[in-house]
């Protein structure tokens, strides 16, 4: 026997042990994400049903109006796929985004300025646009937050000053906080608030900021 071969056979397992000491973590990382993929791909199989659905090709910001560069297709599971799915990207060039969307988000109707941010609401619900007096309150809303809406006439001079409550606890559904592109039908400018109101609080509230100054105060709907 080769006293020599023995020598760098033990110098050769040494060196092996040392490099898997040292990389263990590593190791276990990788043994760990075979083990995932082999058992998922178990639980699937290979019989499931899949279907196309437009995702985002990179992280959009809210106000983002889609291009083709922002959209792709990509197959999924159908189980995991949740609502209405979009199947073709020019179904959504030139929509303004509401929400933001991670990559390889899939981009739902709710994520759309437009009908789909009314989904799940009562029926009669409507979208009705606000044009607050003070436009830095937009900067403090987010889609979600609940507002009362009150309107102020007067100047305490000429006409008695006088607040009226319009709408109590209405959710915003979209505000237009300098972002590119605004509100389908609205001008350019800035200041633009989306709330979503019942057929009642609708009535009251539509042309209210020409009859007096629309302030929107912030609550927790109780």
């Not at 990788?30 to 995932?36: D, N, P, Y």
């Not at 941010?117 to 007096?133: D, F, K, Q, S, Y």
């Not at 309150?137 to 006439?153: E, F």
């Not at 608030?193 to 109780?222: K, P, Q, R, W």
Request: charged residues 15%; hydrophobic residues 45%; proline residues 6%.
């Amino acid at each position: 026997m080769n006293p020599t071969g023995l020598l760098r056979g033990g110098s050769f397992r040494y060196r092996l042990r040392r490099l898997v000491y040292r990389r263990k973590r590593l190791l276990a990382c990788l043994f760990l994400s075979v083990a995932a993929g082999v058992a998922v791909e178990a639980m699937v199989g290979d019989d499931y049903t899949t279907t196309t659905v437009v995702t985002a090709t990179r992280d959009l910001a809210v106000g983002t109006v889609l291009t083709e560069a922002d959209v792709g297709l990509v197959r999924l599971p159908e189980t995991a796929v949740a609502g209405r799915a979009f199947g073709r990207p020019d179904q959504l060039v030139g929509q303004q985004l509401a929400t933001p969307l991670l990559q390889g988000a899939p981009i739902p109707a709710t994520a759309l300025v437009g009908d789909g941010l009314l989904t799940g609401t009562a029926p009669g619900t409507v979208a009705v646009p606000l044009r607050p007096a003070d436009p830095g309150i937009v900067q403090l809303l987010v889609p979600g937050q609940l507002v009362d809406v009150v309107l102020s006439t007067g100047d305490g001079y000429d006409a008695p000053a006088e607040s009226t409550l319009l709408a109590r606890s209405v959710a915003v559904l979209w505000t237009d906080s300098g972002a590119p592109g605004t509100w389908p039908g609205a001008d350019g400018d800035t200041g633009l608030v989306v709330v979503a109101a019942g057929e009642d609080d609708a009535a009251a509230l539509a042309g209210s900021s020409s009859s007096g100054d629309v302030h929107l105060v912030l609550t927790t709907g109780s």
